[in-house]
């Protein structure tokens, strides 16, 4: 079945750039049913969507995130990425990707999530 | 952005018992486009409830959503041990939001 994987630093500084990438197994990135998204959760806190992306690179983002998020993806190795510039400790979270099913918006299934901390 | 307001912030119940959970937007939204998760401690949300009323694939019928316009409901027929968890209600407009959560703790 289809699985899906974050992986990258667990811990990055202040004002730098998070940097993660989700890689997809049992499934094609390519498919026209879906979207990929990432969605996070700080400690002890609820969801928040960050941003989606289609195979062909079509975006679109969270609006209080926007100005800071890049995601990007890459159909031949079944992957897509997420950067976050200029990071604040209200940055750390668990960090989840997901595939959307496009006419439904829906999010399933999730990756492990992978817990990313902004400090010094 | 709308906003999901979900209700109560924790119901205390014990196994066996009918859970009612709401989750109220701050405009309308398409029953198409709302959906149900729930989330275990240390592990990643999983679909329940999509199109409002839909279940997902695998989710046991004693879970069930109904609701349409600015007000959505999840009931869970009778408790099972497994079923204590948190659950979010996301909606998708021009943008995607979630509620912040109702946990259901045994009692």
């Known amino acids: 079945q289809l699985q899906l994987q974050e992986s990258g630093p667990g811990l990055v500084k202040p004002s730098e750039t998070l940097s993660l990438t989700c890689t997809v197994s049992g499934g094609s990135i390519s498919s026209s049913s879906y979207h990929w998204g990432w969605i996070r959760q700080p400690p002890g806190k609820g969801l928040e969507w960050i941003g989606s992306?289609?195979?062909?690179?079509?975006?679109y983002y969270n609006p209080s995130l926007k100005s800071r998020v890049t995601i990007s993806v890459d159909t031949s190795k079944n992957k897509f990425s997420l950067k976050l510039s200029s990071v604040t400790a209200a940055d750390t979270a668990v960090y989840y990707c997901?595939?959307?099913?496009?006419?439904?918006?829906?999010?399933?299934?999730w990756g492990q999530g992978t817990l990313v901390t902004v400090s010094s | 952005e709308i906003v999901l307001t979900q209700s109560p912030g924790t119901l205390s119940l014990s196994p066996g018992e009918r859970a009612t959970l709401s989750c109220r937007a701050s405009q309308s939204v398409s029953s198409s486009y709302l959906a149900w998760y729930q989330q275990k401690p240390g592990q990643a949300p999983r679909l329940l409830i999509y199109?409002?009323?839909s279940r997902a694939t695998g989710i046991p019928d004693r879970f069930s959503g109904s609701g349409s316009g600015t007000d959505f409901t999840l009931t869970i027929s009778r408790l099972e041990p497994e079923d204590f968890a948190v659950y979010y209600c996301?909606?998708?407009?021009?943008?995607?939001?979630f509620g912040q959560g109702t946990k259901l703790e045994i009692k």
């Open positions: 199109g409002a009323s």
């Open positions: 992306i289609y195979y062909s690179g079509s975006t």
């Open positions: 996301q909606q998708y407009g021009s943008s995607h939001t």
């Open positions: 997901a595939r959307q099913v496009s006419g439904l918006h829906t999010f399933d299934p």
